[in-house]
């Protein structure tokens, strides 16, 4: 971090002398008005870190330069303390009314001078590393309901070419936070699972539209066109770092349990529990939604089915959590939850 800076008003240059000479050792930047119009430039211009600022002055006497300073969002939070011989408490009062933070009489007390301009500069680095600090938060949440709007832009984007999972995305992404949470995941973990989910099959952009279309059954050899749309998720999602965390459901989440699935043919916990979760939940919804070659199953039978592929698809722990959410109902509770997808 660079030297506090401090800017020394006084019309007098012994004055000027004196306070940089006791302030020699303590490693300050100086710089010097000796008007008060000076003052109000130098101190627009430098933005210093503290004004010891003298009252008695000729143009502009310290309590107009300090009203100056206040009415200018440039200086409107630095520090003032006001140098000054008058002790009737008019002049104090004149000076709080025009926005002084300290007095220091005259003369000075060289220990105390010196104690409470590196408290008060120290205050108001602090105070200006706290703004930043805030600035920057502010500016990345920006920039990460920029990249949510971008994301929703494409989960739509690829519903208006695949008309069939239309609103697909949305009620899995839903149901995939209500079990992430329920599993015991972290909140910090939570916006990834969601980007993650909504472009499960952002691969899928990729596919010629004679295989994603296709009404009837697909060929073995475009079945093995249509597995590469987890790699090509991986491939379009990975070089985004804000999306890095994210790209564990689009590339694994068609792996299975048993370890037959694929892109990799991962087993058990090598699969990470984002893509575990996501897998039960795909499943669920893609049996129990209208499709144009099949009619929704019923719950029942769509539970049953999911039960039955317990330890060879799917996770048995978050089968068992999956179903005792579903049994409950506790899905259509929660869902509101994540309605700012």
């Not at 933005?47 to 009252?55: A, E, R």
């Not at 920057?136 to 709007?149: F, I, K, M």
Request: charged share 30%; hydrophobic share 40%; glycine share 6%.
């Amino acid at each position: 971090m660079s030297k506090a800076h401090i800017l020394i008003v006084d019309d007098d240059r012994v004055g000027q002398a004196a306070l940089s000479g006791i302030l020699a050792n303590e490693d300050y930047r100086m710089s010097f008005a000796s008007r008060g119009s000076e003052a109000v430039n130098v101190a627009q211009e430098l933005l210093p870190d503290l004004v010891l600022l003298d009252v008695m002055m000729p143009d502009l006497d310290g309590f107009e330069v300090c009203r100056r300073l206040r009415a200018n969002p440039l200086t409107a939070g630095m520090p003032v303390v006001f140098l000054t011989a008058l002790e009737d408490s008019e002049s104090r009062i004149a000076g709080i009314e025009a926005g002084a933070d300290d007095f220091i009489s005259k003369p000075f007390d060289k220990t105390e001078l010196r104690a409470r301009i590196k408290t008060i500069t120290r205050l108001n680095r602090y105070r200006l590393l706290l703004e930043e600090s805030e600035k920057l938060e502010c500016a990345h949440r920006d920039l990460e309901e920029a990249y949510d709007s971008t994301i929703q832009g494409w989960a739509r984007a690829l519903e208006l070419r695949d008309y069939e999972s239309a609103g697909h995305s949305r009620r899995v992404t839903e149901m995939t936070l209500v079990v992430s949470r329920a599993y015991g995941l972290s909140e910090e973990e939570i916006p990834h699972i969601r980007r993650g989910a909504l472009l499960h099959d952002i691969g899928k952009m990729a596919m010629p539209d004679s295989i994603l279309l296709k009404a009837g059954p697909l060929t073995a050899e475009e079945w093995v066109m249509m597995k590469k749309h987890t790699c090509f998720a991986r491939d379009l999602l990975s070089p985004i770092r804000f999306l890095q965390p994210a790209v564990e459901i689009p590339y694994l989440h068609h792996e299975k349990w048993d370890g037959s699935g694929y892109p990799e043919g991962r087993a058990g916990r090598e699969i990470p529990v984002s893509a575990r979760i996501f897998a039960v939940v795909d499943v669920w919804d893609a049996l129990t939604s209208d499709r144009p070659y099949k009619k929704a199953w019923s719950c029942e039978k769509t539970i049953e089915h999911i039960r039955g592929l317990r330890g060879t698809h799917f996770d048995p722990e978050i089968v068992d959590l999956f179903l005792k959410i579903i049994g409950s109902g506790a899905e259509s509770l929660k869902l509101t939850e994540s309605k700012s997808i």
